[in-house]
């Protein structure tokens, strides 16, 4: 039987066409975190599980981690996010730093996942994290920063919003005001982030089987209708869990010292499936209808470092994936084409004489910088231009016999169908020409 010559399910190829668009997004990236003064970090492909039991989620290590036994008889897992890894390689070194520290990373990572729109096996995901900022400003940063990103690309608040909320809060009125036991909670977590997935009946049964009491319960869809900052405010007033609720109404007031105001809704919902959560989570959605996914999430975690048996020093950060990062652009027209390479210029010869001509040529224009083709090969005006064609160079040169006697070439710029006429050992003419 013939092997497919497909991948493997949920991952991708990458042709030169989707290499160039990963690049462009890639080199965004890094711009982007290069100018909020991030540095860049990687970390190895595989771990030990053990790292992502201690914090990550059920649903990551029970569904979704590729794990294997070594030769070592090792228990190892393909990384499925950065965050522990990047917890880990911290904890190494943070005592000799000055803080914060500032990193990113663009590693692919790997999820059991059913394929679909928006969730791959591998995907990659820019990563930035921020480590041992004060309280409240680190989460101002990060969201700055995957804002910056969108902005970068061209989006504004009309195409995409920041749905935020904070474990401090969750975990209040779950604790405070609706008494549940940590088991409770925990279930309730898991109904919280699926309420905006299920009908209104479907949640309704799955609430009624954690709480059993009317009251807990008019309580909890109160909490689950808040959607301002103002409504939040005076639950947590009427409530009395104004303290509880931590160093979060503060920063709400710096969100809008910092700007990020016209981008943020808050979200009862958003909670997060990651268990290392302590502080603000947020997850950042594309508003068009036709693509209501997450492009992004995030948030603040205390005490990851702890884990390591380390002094607490607290991180927040996202994760931003390539997938959706794409489709989110593409939905808004945001995403260039990128069919055909960017090739200054293609070299061409008629025949056998000119090849040394052509090659020197080639060699003066790639020294000055200039992207080159040579063709390779005496060949045909038609073929050079069909082939120049396809390939969508800036321009054209065919060298033969009439240019070597008179030493001059013809460049054809092919935007404009523009010509002139050169010396043959004349390559930053050619270059300004097409420039
Ligand atoms: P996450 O919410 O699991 O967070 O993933 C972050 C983003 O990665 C998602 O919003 C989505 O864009 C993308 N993503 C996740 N899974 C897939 C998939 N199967 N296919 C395609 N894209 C996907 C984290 O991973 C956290 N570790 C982020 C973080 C960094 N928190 C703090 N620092």
Known sequence: MALSKLPYKGTR???PPEMRQRDFLFNKMREIAEL???EPYDGPMVEEVELYLAKSGEELINEQIYSFVDRGERKVA???EMTPTVARMVAQIHKEQSKPLRWYAIPNLMRYEKPQKGRLREHWQFNCDIFGAPEGLGEIEILQVATGLLRGFGATEEHFEVLLNDRRVVDAVFGQLLHLSSEQSHKLYKVIDKAK????????????????QDTVKAHFK??????TFPALHSFLERHELKDAAGGFLPFTERLHASGLAKFVVYDPTIVRGLDYYT????????????????????GAYANLLQIFNEDPLPGVGFGLGDVTLADFLKTHGLLPTFEKPSISILVSYLDQAAEAHAF????????LGVKTELYLGEAK????????????????????SNEIQTGEIEVKRIADQEKIRVKLNDPNSIKSFLE
């Open 222 to 227: 109160e909490y689950l209708k808040l959607d």
């Open 279 to 298: 502080g603000v989570v947020f997850e950042i959605f594309d508003k068009s209808p036709d693509n209501r996914r997450a492009i992004c999430g995030g």
């Open 78 to 80: 393909i990384r499925p």
């Open 197 to 212: 997935k299920v009908t209104a009946e479907a949640l309704d049964k799955m609430i009624g089987e954690i709480i059993y």
């Open 360 to 367: 020197e040529l080639s060699h003066s224009l790639r020294t």
């Open 13 to 15: 190829d990458f042709f």
């Open 36 to 38: 909020h003064s991030y």
């Open 381 to 400: 005006p038609k073929k050079v231009f069909s082939h120049t064609e396809r390939r969508g160079h800036r321009g054209v040169v065919m060298i033969g």
